[in-house]
């Protein structure tokens, strides 16, 4: 069945047979006569990868590749995914991103026990969508939020990119270009076709020149949110 949806100011048309990616969507239901993409996995695509990846379930299958056609076509549209969790506090999004069980949702989380439900939303937990535009650098919640629902259909502006490690004790420090773009890179899509490697490229040359990038040593507490929080904070 084909479902319409807007998501990250993209009119998306997508054929869909499981319940789970159709729960998902329905924050990004739109109904539109102009479709900038579309998204299917063909039977013989869909057969391959159940294959392929035998342990993952057919509604898995269908959520997870759905998305990998998306962030593969935003690339063309000015946006790239980075693997991280997403909070929106003060009109800013800042993405908190490290590796799978490093505890990015888990600081994320804290950041809504410490400013409350009303401060602070998580706009993505896994997959926040960056979208470079003429007036800014934007953040959008999509459908494709790892293994929870944590996820919302608007947009802020992003603040900051921060990269979680573990330590017993909290401290955030600010990195160079050099040291964002392999850690970035780490987390994202890494597109085979050259045209959009270059592309990704220079959306990421342009992002550093906007929006700094830091490394964060946490502990899971309400001082590792001040911590990050007043070293990264923006005024709106």
Request: some cysteine.
């Amino acid at each position: 069945m084909q479902e319409k949806i807007c998501v990250a100011g993209l009119n998306v048309a997508i054929n869909l047979k499981y319940n789970k990616t159709k729960n998902q969507i329905q924050k990004y239901v739109k109904d539109f006569e102009k479709q900038n993409l579309k998204i299917q996995i063909s039977d013989e695509e869909f057969l391959n990868i159940k294959n392929e990846l035998n342990y993952l379930s057919d509604e898995d299958i269908e959520y997870i590749y759905t998305g990998i056609a998306f962030y593969e076509a935003l690339l063309n549209f000015n946006g790239f995914m980075l693997h991280s969790s997403g909070v929106v506090v003060d009109g800013y999004a800042y993405l908190f991103s490290a590796d799978s069980g490093v505890g990015k949702s888990t600081h994320t989380d804290l950041y809504l026990k410490h400013f409350g439900a009303d401060k602070a939303k998580i706009i993505n937990d896994d997959k926040p969508a960056i979208k470079i535009k003429e007036d800014g650098i934007y953040v959008y919640g999509t459908p494709w939020s790892g293994k929870t629902d944590k996820n919302l259909n608007i947009k802020a502006k992003l603040g900051a990119i921060i990269f979680l490690e573990r330590s017993e004790n909290n401290w955030i420090e600010e990195i160079s270009n050099q040291e964002a773009i392999p850690l970035i890179l780490q987390q994202t899509i890494r597109p085979k076709d050259k045209n959009l490697i270059l592309k990704l490229l220079d959306m990421l040359d342009l992002l550093l020149k906007n929006v700094k990038v830091y490394k964060l040593g946490c502990n899971i507490s309400s001082e590792a949110v001040q911590t990050s929080y007043n070293k990264i904070k923006r005024e709106v």
